[in-house]
């Protein structure tokens, strides 16, 4: 019944997608408005039938329906509720009918946001991409990869999901919110192989699609933030990164987004880079599928390959298409594509963001590179080879130091083209702000360059960040905004400037933490009989005492571990072991004491034997906690650079006498720059 | 500010910057015992695991490298020696650094070329763009941006 209808729903969105695809392409064809506004209501269908298939297995899952083999394969009587729900996308199958849930959300998006404009051809070939996406993946759950399919014999009870996916809350958050970043990246790039097709190479298609790849952008970065949380709250070895091929897959859409809502800047001011910027995108996308098969199909083995199956010849297969279709698509309009800008020079903000789209465009090589080569080493070369955190951080390392410094340079820089002057006037305090927490922290004891370095253009980019918010403040209260409301007014005026300079804050906070963890990591392992106590980097353990709990889910064994410093209690915290039914070796999960400055991290390596010994892994993490207040700062700073503008304009007049015309306010990002130089970066004879 | 003296700040952080660094980078004395397990057992990676190294994995097989490492350490092996050690036992796999020959190569090298290539192609579109003959606005151009701007505060 449930399978019946769930399966039912598939065709019914397939052939959603089907019918949306030949209506559209019959009123493209036949020039008829009306169709092409039929054509965009399937997105409904589409949306509607996913979701029935979402409701159909999560259904199943709860009422424990173990005909069918997903959910004999996800689910157990034991499992808890919580975990019963999160088995939807415990593995493949199911993770596939979550993306076409996604998929149809963005889809409804779209044809609801351009109903109105159902009849512009673009609109009508964006819709028709997106379907055949949607089409490809329908096919695929109808196929290969179907989750409602049926076991010749009904078990009793199922095999529950992997227990690491079934210990820790994080698992609702953390694989939804990766899906609707990559996802996302449907939008955009439908729209950017609309824009192929109709020759309509102008900025519109990039001004259609903006928000949604911000949005997708914001969803992507806070879902890997969470993958990193989950891994340090479950994996239990100390880290949150391991340059795992699943992590790298994630990483690598956000590198080629990220380039690129810096580089749409460069084109929508000056209505260049439109071969790159299209590029861009489509890569972004292709990685996202790239992404999917090496994850999904078994060809790496890694700690989040739960799953094997035969769709990977499916993904390839239609990696290659997209790949080779767009591929020709941007040859054939190559000529047209060709902008008549330049850029005036090297020292300017549009010559900056080519510098950045450089930067983590040999960032994204580094890591493809680092995630298939064993993958191809072992195809060429029938050699078994790894590539890992060493390889990861030494490539990675000056690439992510050289971004902060253009990240700590690059806001100061103004369009077009700068003297030394203005630079070194905007520059100077930020900059020896940066370079005394350099001193401060060579003072302190650090010695790894690398981590001085990043101190130092850390604070050099918070210097920045914080000299331009004022001067923003500034302008706004030299205009008569009383102070109460100069942030809201400010931020509305120019909440993309302002929005992105949350997200810079937010990756500080994160290159720091990163920086710390190279310097001052501490880690022991320790033997302890209850009641024995330890001293590691001054803290004291003491082995308090054990605690057994049974559930049907789960037998859990705690160890009660005492935390001091000096004569001050800091509590008593219990990392464990849990076995589960079905399981060879045990689970651990570890317990963290988090702090400002430093997380105590302990796991239970072995569990306390008989006689009351245990043997407790001790970590000490510097600023962890600073990584997810950073994916904090990006989602907050997101929200912000959405946010509609303010129609109001605020013109203050020049702010104090000593500022020449070039230096104004940090320019924003529209025609309400308070000094109006805008008027000369309208992109001049580009529009198409 | 005057004009002709706003590189004098620059100089000092430049010299500060530079004294920093080099203090940073002089060798301070021999790696300790427990920095040469560190950094040996960061390069193996765990048997049992796919991507973590036996300095960060809990497994019993990590576990028990860094006790084959803190010994081998101790009686004076080389790094180069423990490495070729757990190669010849567990096959090159065992390294999570690709060597830097044959197909190792384009590993280390691409996203080199690649930097290096974007930084020359980067360069000689700046001075393409210098030599090209600026491009100016029209007056109709102008008439039609202002147009444009009217319209946009219609709406």
């Given amino acids: 019944m449930r399978a019946s209808l769930g399966v039912l729903a598939l065709a019914l969105g397939a052939v959603s997608a089907l019918l949306g695809i030949v209506v559209l392409l019959l009123g493209l064809r036949r020039k008829d408005d009306r169709l092409l506004r039929v054509g965009l209501r399937y997105a409904f269908f589409v949306l509607g039938a996913s979701a029935v298939a979402v409701v159909a297995m999560e259904w199943a899952l709860i009422t424990h329906d173990f005909s069918i083999r997903y959910v004999a394969e996800n689910n157990a009587r034991s499992t808890p509720l919580l975990f019963t729900i999160t088995g939807l996308w415990a593995a493949l199958e199911g993770s596939i009918l979550l993306w076409g849930l996604i998929l149809g959300v963005y889809l409804a998006w779209m044809a609801i946001h351009f109903r109105h404009r159902a009849a512009d051809p673009m609109v009508a070939w964006a819709m028709v991409v997106a379907f055949v996406v949607t089409l490809f993946f329908f096919v695929l759950m109808l196929g290969p990869a179907n989750p409602f399919e049926r076991l010749p014999v009904t078990p009793t009870d199922g095999q529950g999901p992997n227990p690491l996916l079934q210990n820790h809350p994080l698992m609702a958050f953390h694989p939804p919110l990766l899906y609707l970043g990559y996802v996302g990246m449907t939008v955009p790039f439908s729209f950017a192989i609309a824009a192929l097709i109709t020759g309509r190479l102008g900025e519109g298609w990039l001004t259609e699609t903006r928000r949604a790849t911000l949005v997708a952008w914001g969803f992507l970065s806070v879902g890997i933030i969470l993958g990193a949380w989950w891994s340090y709250e479950v994996l239990g070895w100390g880290g949150y990164w391991a340059w795992d091929p699943v992590e790298n897959a994630s990483l690598l859409p956000w590198l080629t987004a990220t380039a690129f809502i810096h580089s749409v800047i460069v084109q929508e001011r000056r209505g260049m880079l439109r071969v790159w910027n299209l590029s861009l995108v489509v890569a972004t996308f292709c990685l996202t599928i790239l992404g999917t098969f090496l994850t999904r199909s078994g060809v790496l083995n890694s700690v989040h390959s739960f799953s094997e199956s035969p769709i990977g010849g499916w993904l390839l297969g239609f990696l290659a298409f997209v790949t080779i279709g767009s591929v020709i698509l941007i040859a054939w309009r190559g000529d047209t594509l060709r902008a008549p800008g330049r850029i005036d020079s090297p020292v300017s903000r549009e010559a900056a963001f080519l510098v950045n789209n450089l930067l983590f465009a040999a960032l994204a090589v580094v890591v493809l590179l680092g995630t298939v080569y064993p993958l191809l080493a ?197 990392p464990a072991v849990s076995m589960f039914p ?37 970590a000490i993490n510097p600023m962890v906690v600073w990584i997810w207040i950073g994916g904090g700062l990006m989602a907050v700073g997101t929200a912000i650079a959405l946010l509609p503008k303010s129609r109001r304009v605020v013109v203050p007049p020049a702010v104090g006498r000593d500022r020449p015309a070039g230096d104004g306010p940090p320019a924003g990002d529209g025609p309400e720059a308070p000094d109006g130089k805008d008027d000369r970066d309208v992109p001049v004879g580009v529009r198409a | 500010m005057s004009r002709g003296r706003g590189w004098i700040p620059w100089v ?98 691409l996203p080199l070329l690649v930097l290096v290539g974007g930084g020359v192609g980067l360069f000689f579109a700046f001075r393409r763009w210098r030599n090209a003959a600026p491009v100016h606005a029209t007056e109709a151009d102008e008439e039609l941006v202002r147009e444009m701007r009217r319209g946009d505060g219609a709406s």
Wanted: glycine content about 10%; overall charge positive; aromatic content about 8%.
């Fill in chain 2, 12 to 109: 000092g952080l430049v010299a500060v910057v530079v004294a920093v660094v080099v203090w940073a980078v002089w060798p301070s004395g021999d790696q300790t015992d427990a920095e040469r397990v560190r950094n040996i057992t960061h390069q193996l990676r765990c048997p049992d695991c796919e991507s973590l190294s036996a300095g960060d994995s809990q497994t019993a097989s990590a576990r028990a490298i860094r006790r084959d490492v803190t010994q081998r350490v101790a009686e004076g092996q080389s790094a180069a020696t423990i490495k070729r050690a757990y190669v010849d036992r567990y096959g090159e796999s065992i390294l999570l650094e690709p060597e830097r020959d044959g197909i190792g190569l384009v590993v280390w090298g």
């Fill in chain 1, 378 to 574: 072992e195809a060429l070369q029938d050699r078994q080879l790894s590539v890992g955190e060493p390889y990861f951080d030494r490539m990675t390392t000056p690439i992510g130091v050289a971004l902060l410094f253009l990240m700590a340079v690059a806001p100061a820089l103004p369009w077009r083209a700068t003297s030394g002057d203005v630079l070194r006037r905007r520059l100077v305090v930020p900059a020896w702000f940066g370079v005394g927490v350099m001193v401060v922290a060579a003072l302190f004891g650090v010695r790894e360059i690398w981590t001085l370095v990043t101190f130092g253009l850390a604070a050099f980019a918070v210097g920045g960040i914080v000299r331009q918010v004022a001067l923003g403040f500034r302008a706004q209260h030299v205009a008569g905004v009383s102070w109460w409301e100069v942030p809201w007014r400010t931020v509305r005026g120019s909440p993309r400037l302002y929005g992105g300079l949350v997200v810079h804050l937010g990756i500080v906070a994160i290159a720091v933490a990163l920086a710390s963890a190279s310097a001052f990591t501490t880690k022991d392992e320790v033997r302890l009989r209850k009641g024995e106590s330890t001293t590691v980097a001054g803290y004291t353990f003491t082995y308090t005492g054990r605690e057994v709990s049974s559930t049907d889910q789960k037998r859990t064994v705690k160890a009660q571990v005492r935390i001091e410093r000096g004569d001050r209690d800091l509590g008593t915290y219990a």
């Fill in chain 1, 582 to 618: 079905g399981a060879t070796s045990g689970i651990g999960t570890p317990s963290v004491k988090t702090g400002p400055l430093r997380d105590i991290y302990l796991t239970l390596i072995s569990a306390p034997t008989d006689r009351d010994r245990v043997t407790i892994g001790i």
